[in-house]
């Protein structure tokens, strides 16, 4: 235990300049910081421990967390804004980037890990770069998970760079083609894009006297320090391969251009692009043909993109995005109870329960529960996910009474089968 020791001394070492500052500036007591030296002493030896686990060092770092929240807090009550950045404005993050260091250089299998690490870095430090790379080396280790894949591509969509997500997405696609959730979440997010186009087609959210297709183009803004790049060195931003060689930009020009960048969009550009397919849809139903050749499709996978692409009210294409789906469920899986209730339902999609549409549309709703409960081959598995709407629709406020009594008898019947 002597090596753990000295390692432990070596970084409670590092950090009495900032136990210093706080006894300067009466942050905190003597009293105080000799606890908060124990408790750091403590998690130092569990976490330099033969046998440690994960939870050790996210208890370690919820510690630090918390004590830098106290120092805040106590810092505004002083009034001590101006703190020397290096002792306690930003020495927390920078021991906690160091604890995460430390666990996942220790547990580089554990995901749940690289997850908070991710989440630190977004959310409390707001370190861009830094978090680029972290993801960066996460996916490399677990290039099979969904989850880091589908938040470095909506990380990449909610900063304006589409392009860039649609490469994260489809270099994840190609390798979790063992469960869809990646594929909807690839789907989810080009519909957004769909919406955000649309919202700015019709003018909302771009200001008076602003052309809307510059509006549009502005979504594929690239918000710079925020993309990945797989061929990154992990300590700097420049591309190369293990040789050292450079990849070519496709956007720079010749020796004497050096520096200059094409414009993004030109007017052929922008002609293409009021005329192009994906404002139709045509990717999303693109992603899910692709994905019924993958071995995880069947009726659940299809009935999840089904209920994804219909909670989509402000995208134009939706209804017809929906059929696509549905038509491919009639045609692989005709008689299955997904297949029956995503039949029943399309009818509902996009009519506001409170509208004056909707009870028409909830009696061709009925009328196609009544003829699917007959050709099903599981009933109890229909009668329980529409039962699952029902109440989903009985718990609206406001609900006209009329429909509520249908629906309760409906909703009875459909029990006493299941």
Same mark, same amino acid.
């Given at each position: ?56 060092? +996210? ?5 630090? #967390? ?5 120092? $805040?807090?106590?810092?505004? #009550?002083?009034?001590? #804004? ?53 993801? @960066? ?13 589908? +938040? ?66 502005? @979504? ?5 320090? !925020? ?13 190369? !391969? ?14 004497? !251009? ?11 550009? $922008? ?32 009935? @999840? ?55 028409? $549309? ?5 009328? #196609? ?21 029902? !109440?989903?629709?009985?718990? @609206? ?22």
């Amino acid at each position: 235990m002597a090596g753990v020791s000295d390692k432990a001394r070596f970084y409670l070492e590092r950090a009495a300049p900032e136990l210093r500052d706080f006894e300067e500036k009466e942050i905190f007591s003597k009293d105080e910081i000799r606890s908060l030296v124990t408790k750091r002493s403590d998690y130092e030896h569990l976490i330099l421990a033969p046998g440690t686990k994960s939870t050790d060092f +996210l208890s370690y770092v919820a510690w630090e #967390r918390c004590l830098d929240r106290l120092r $805040a807090k106590r810092c505004r #009550r002083l009034n001590l #804004r101006g703190t020397t950045p290096g002792a306690s404005s930003h020495a927390s993050h920078a021991r906690t980037f160091g604890i995460f260091e430390r666990a996942v250089l220790k547990h580089p299998g554990d995901v749940s890990l690289w997850r908070a690490y991710l989440d630190f870095a977004a959310n409390d430090a707001r370190a861009t770069k830094r978090w680029r790379r972290i993801c @960066t080396r996460a996916l490399r280790l677990h290039p099979t998970d969904a989850g880091l894949w589908a +938040l470095a591509g909506k990380r990449a969509a909610r900063n304006g760079d589409m392009e860039r997500a649609r490469a994260h997405f489809l270099r994840g696609c190609r390798f979790c083609t063992g469960e869809e959730t990646l594929w909807v979440e690839y789907a989810r997010c080009e519909m957004q894009w769909l919406g955000k186009v649309e919202e700015k087609k019709a003018g909302k959210g771009v200001r008076k006297g602003t052309d809307v297709m510059q509006a549009i183009k502005a @979504t594929e803004a690239v918000q710079e320090g !925020d993309e990945i790049r797989f061929d990154d060195d992990d300590e700097d931003d420049e591309s190369g !391969d293990e040789d050292g060689l450079m990849l070519p930009d496709p956007d720079a020009g010749g020796s004497g !251009d050096k520096g200059l960048k094409k414009p993004a969009f030109d007017a052929e550009a $922008a002609k293409k692009l009021e005329q192009s397919p994906a404002l139709s849809g045509a990717i999303p139903m693109a992603i899910f043909d692709i994905a019924k050749k993958q071995p995880f499709f069947g009726p659940a996978a299809a009935e @999840t993109f089904f209920d994804m692409f219909a909670s989509f009210g402000k995208v134009s294409s939706r209804g017809r995005i929906v059929q696509h789906v549905l038509s491919a469920m009639e045609q692989q899986f005709p008689n299955h109870a997904s297949t029956c209730s995503c039949q029943v339902r399309q009818p509902l999609v996009g009519v506001d329960v409170l509208t004056a549409a909707f009870p028409k $549309a909830l009696r061709e709703s009925l009328t #196609r529960l009544k003829g699917a409960m007959d050709k099903t081959e599981d009933k109890r598995a229909l009668a329980n996910k529409t039962t699952a709407w029902i !109440d989903e629709v009985l718990a @609206t406020e406001g609900l006209d009474p009329g429909i509520q009594t249908v629906l309760s008898h409906t909703k009875a019947s459909l029990e006493s089968i299941a």
